[in-house]
């Protein structure tokens, strides 16, 4: 699924990307450490950490996709890490249980 | 004249100053670029390690044209006017110009001494010594301690002197560890493909933190590093790097990569583990809540880097330093197909 297409059925927009971001699974999470302990690689993160630490961890686990829950506002330079970095975020109204639901199709991210 | 000899106040040690021993280093008056080393030089020295603790100095009713003596025969160029290790003013070579122009030389120097100073703490950072001395047109700054004692002075030459002495120490050192062929007459077998960087990590700096990490693992990339060993490496340098930057006073993490392994150290300048086995534990931390909200100090970074090393230590001293290093084997390539 790519980044466009998470957007879409997440009802969010996509704030930064081409929207051919792709994502194979999903992993929940709000810890970063834990985030980059368990998600495995092209997953999209859903999340609530919006700042540029996230950009950090999906950079380092190899995730394309973020979907901010809660439509939390992207800060500038998150916004710019991510764009340097290739890096989609979508900002979505749901919450994370209600966005993992979304996007239940992809199934769950293994390392 | 006699009674207004020199004040030698022959070298005191400073007392439990620890003021202002967590500023942020100011990467401004460094030129924002400055190498690792020097920053870190300029970050754990301070001013007191530097400073000439040998003063000399004239009292309030000393005259003018006996400080242009004491300047001219001690071949300084400024003077403090000090009494019982309180820090009154300064006279300097400007002040004896202007005493011989206006004719004032036999008036006390209180009359004529600059009032308004501008003074160092014994516990800053060099980095700040540094940025005054950017900021102002001064040779030298009285060092007062937490208790607002003259307790030294420090000039620009101070600073070079103990920053060349101190970059020529961590300069051997590297070229031990970069070229240890040069040492024990050749016995051990020299590795090839030795590499060695560092970068320093900040206190708190958390806008910075994954900086180090995310080089690593570019240069391991570059190196056409397995991408799963790659991806190992990176959690360890980040959690470290986060470790330093949330835990301790500052510190370093350095990637060391041979022909066999890939290390990352992170060394630090303290406070230090108390209790390591607890440290190491899944969901033990004690980060504050500041941490947590950004997604941090969930108690994993430890667990989390001895999960993906193939080799783990951690040492540590409370209130000194915490050195943690994980080893990552690089598994040889595979032997070429028979027959």
């Known amino acids: 699924m790519n980044s466009a297409e998470i957007a879409a059925k997440t009802g969010g927009r996509l704030e930064v990307g081409t929207g051919e971001e792709k994502a194979a699974a999903v ?7 834990d985030v980059m302990g368990h998600a495995g690689e092209e997953c999209v993160l859903v999340t609530i950490q919006n700042h540029l630490n996230t950009i950090a961890v999906c950079t380092l686990v190899g995730c394309e996709v973020i979907v901010l829950c809660h439509s939390r506002p992207v800060p500038p330079d998150m916004a710019a890490s991510a764009r340097d970095e290739g890096i989609a ?3 979505t109204p749901l919450s994370q249980f209600e966005a993992a639901m979304a996007l239940s199709g992809l199934g769950a991210s293994k390392k | 004249m006699a009674e207004y000899s020199p004040v030698i106040l022959k070298g005191q040690q400073t007392s439990d100053d620890e003021i202002l021993a967590k500023t942020p280093l100011d990467e401004k008056a460094l030129g924002g670029d400055s190498s690792v080393i020097i920053m870190e030089l300029l970050q754990r020295f301070k001013v007191r390690d530097v400073m000439k603790r040998q003063i000399i100095c004239v009292p309030r009713k000393a005259t003018l044209r006996e400080a242009q003596h004491i300047l001219k025969e001690n071949r300084i160029s400024g003077l403090p006017v000090s009494e019982n290790d309180r820090l009154y003013g300064i006279i300097s070579v400007n002040d004896i110009i202007n005493g011989l122009d206006g004719g004032w030389m036999d008036e006390p120097c209180e009359a004529h001494m600059s009032k308004n100073l501008v003074v160092l703490e014994a516990g800053m950072p060099l980095s700040f010594a540094l940025r005054y ?5 001064y040779g030298r700054f009285p060092v007062l301690d937490a208790n607002r004692k003259l307790v030294g002075i420090i000039s620009q030459r101070d600073v070079m ?16 560890k970069t070229r240890p062929e040069a040492e024990g007459g050749g016995a ?3 590795k090839k493909n030795f590499f060695r960087k560092e970068w320093a990590v900040v206190h708190n700096d958390l806008s910075r933190a994954g900086h180090a990490a995310n080089s690593i693992k570019s240069l391991l990339r570059e190196r056409k590093i397995d991408r799963s060993l790659i991806r190992r490496v990176a959690v360890a340098a980040y959690e470290l790097e986060i470790n330093i930057c ?3 006073h500052g510190g370093v993490l350095v990637l060391l990569i041979d022909d066999d392994a ?5 060394k ?7 209790d390591i086995e607890w440290a190491c534990r899944d969901g033990t931390s004690t980060a504050n809540d500041w941490i947590r909200s950004m997604g941090f100090g969930a108690g994993m970074g430890l667990s989390n880097s001895k999960r993906v090393a193939d080799t783990f230590n951690i040492a540590s001293e409370v209130g000194k330093y915490t050195i943690v290093e994980c080893i990552f084997d690089i598994p040889k390539a595979a032997e070429p197909p028979q027959g």
């Open chain 2, 161 to 176: 002197r103990a920053l060349l002495y101190e970059l020529s120490v961590e300069i051997r050192k590297l070229e031990r």
């Open chain 1, 89 to 91: 975020i979508v900002t």
């Open chain 1, 27 to 33: 992993y929940v999470g709000d810890l970063l450490s």
């Open chain 2, 268 to 274: 630090d300048r303290g406070p230090g583990i108390a």
């Open chain 2, 262 to 266: 890939i290390r990352i150290t992170a």
């Open chain 2, 246 to 248: 949330i835990h301790s």
């Open chain 2, 188 to 190: 051990s077998e020299t």
């Open chain 2, 133 to 137: 001395f950017n900021n102002y047109t």
